[in-house]
């Protein structure tokens, strides 16, 4: 087969929002079709009708676009095999579903949910587990203990379901891209259902189907879908196809190790699990995401590509492109790997561009109408840029070059609310005025106070005049930024308030 033939698709359930996991299937799936010249293709499996929750659908819809991973056919995009939704394909279903009973590979079974938890706790008490597999189903209520007569009459007077027929005493055989040979015995695997009671096909029928018909090459998915992958084999076989190439992914697992990341522990998370925000339903109480927190698409992206592949160089930073020249399914771990928030924020600290930096930066000051000019704004980007990770963070580690503090630092303030701490600033600030306005520069103010008394303790005190907390970048480069009068201005409005306070 060739590459240039990859069709792959990416096809979650409408059962809320995607998270870390869902979302890395869908980027390496994409992946992997621009590598090869291929065809990415959203599909929705939306037959469990039972766990639909609305907006899911939108949702998924606007994480794709905002992570730049758009599809190139499916649902929102069109395409030569419509429809793309599992829910209105069940006339195509069925079709296959008689294929299968008229070959024997399938049957008719009646056995009502009371029935088979009957069963399940005969087995418990007696120390076994219930399975409906080869073993039992002759003893069971379904049309392979029937008559045609019993039949014909219990499909026009009871609800049933149409399971599989797994022949047993067949090592099965099968390769994942990722993981190698898989082998399986087929005396442990059950008779699962095909179609449900209520006329729904089941994923594990419906996507075979879909993925024959629409001709998918490989099928890139997460790894709890392995127990499922012999089922999906035998089914191929059944119905005379040939099954796509499998890659199983690997789980994304919580910073310790322990455990997967899921939607089902979100609460004991500390950390978000969403690429953007999710408005709960019932509740309207929204969930922010990794958009909302401040992440670049950019970034987000390269992070979770990296989350269990490895590009084999040394090199981690990547763009969109980059990442698709290098991806290969071959260079996937196999075994989980553990989320770290802190590698996350590291990532859209190395994905910041100055420009978007000064963009935020400047309608700032504008809000607060602050009158500054483009360079002294870049100066400023230049000074502060490596303190963020976050476009957001610029204004709190760079106010101080537009306005005075509001506040000081409290417990600095209090031990220094005494007669001596302003005659120190009053020297200091003699030594400022005496200084001319074109000699106001970082090194001349540094040379001229490496002279003085306590020169740690002016330094301390400069500092929090200047940005109100013991924090920030070179006290002499900051002088120099905000000039003369602005310096002294601020001293004299920290010695006020020494004053007032003592």
Request: proline residues 3%.
């Amino acid at each position: 087969m060739s590459l240039h033939s990859v069709r792959v698709r990416f096809a979650p359930s409408p059962t809320g929002p995607l998270h870390l996991g869902g979302i890395r299937t869908a980027l390496y799936n994409y992946l992997f079709a621009k590598k090869h010249g291929g065809t990415f293709i959203l599909r929705i499996e939306d037959t469990d009708r039972k766990r639909f929750v609305d907006n899911s659908e939108s949702y998924i819809l606007e994480t794709l676009k905002w992570c730049q991973i758009e599809p190139d056919e499916g649902v929102g995009y069109g395409g030569s095999y419509s429809p793309y939704y599992q829910s209105k394909r069940g006339n195509i279903y069925r079709m296959y579903i008689d294929k299968l009973l008229r070959k024997g590979h399938a049957y008719y079974a009646f056995d009502s949910d009371q029935d088979i938890e009957k069963k399940r706790k005969e087995y418990n008490h007696n120390g076994f587990t219930f399975s409906y597999n080869s073993r039992i189903r002759m003893s069971l209520n379904n049309s392979l203990t029937m008559t045609k007569e019993q039949l014909h009459d219990k499909l026009l007077s009871c609800s049933y379901v149409v399971r599989f027929k797994i022949k047993p005493g067949e090592k099965l055989k099968m390769y994942d891209i990722i993981r190698g040979t898989i082998i399986v015995d087929t005396d442990y695997l059950d008779d699962k259902i095909l179609l449900k009671s209520d006329g729904f096909a089941t994923y594990h029928l419906a996507n075979i189907i879909d993925d024959y018909l629409m001709k998918i090459t490989h099928v890139i998915r997460g790894e709890e879908w392995i127990p499922s992958m012999s089922l999906h084999v035998l089914l191929y076989r059944a119905l005379d196809w040939t099954p796509p190439h499998f890659a199983h992914l690997p789980l994304i697992l919580k910073h310790n190790g322990k455990g997967k990341i899921s939607k089902r522990n979100i609460d004991n998370l500390n950390y978000p699990i969403y690429p953007i925000q999710w408005k709960i339903p019932k509740t309207k109480i929204i969930i922010p995401g990794y958009r909302e927190l401040g992440y670049s698409p950019e970034a987000f992206v390269n992070m979770l590509a990296l989350l269990g592949w490895n590009p084999g160089v040394e090199k981690e930073i990547f763009s969109l492109q980059e990442l698709i020249s290098f991806f290969s399914l071959e260079r996937i771990k196999k075994y989980g790997v553990c989320f770290d928030i802190k590698k996350a924020s590291w990532f859209n600290k190395k994905h910041l561009k100055k420009e978007d930096v000064f963009a935020f930066l400047f309608e700032k000051i504008q809000t607060r109408s602050i009158l500054c000019k483009k360079d002294y704004l870049w100066k400023v980007i230049h000074l502060t840029m490596d303190r963020i990770h976050f476009i957001h963070e610029i204004w709190e580690h760079s106010f101080y070059f537009f306005i005075s503090p509001s506040f000081y630092e409290a417990n600095f303030f209090s031990k220094i609310c005494h007669e001596n701490t302003i005659d120190q600033l009053d020297q200091a600030k003699t030594l400022l005025c005496n200084i001319n306005i074109n000699e106001f520069t970082s090194l001349n103010l540094k040379f001229l106070f490496q002279k003085t008394k306590n020169k740690y303790k002016i330094m301390q005190l400069f500092r929090l005049a200047l940005v109100g907390v013991l924090k920030g970048i070179d006290i002499f480069i900051i002088l120099e930024m905000i000039g003369k009068e602005e310096s002294i201005r601020r001293i004299e409005k920290l010695m006020n308030q020494i004053k007032e306070k003592i």
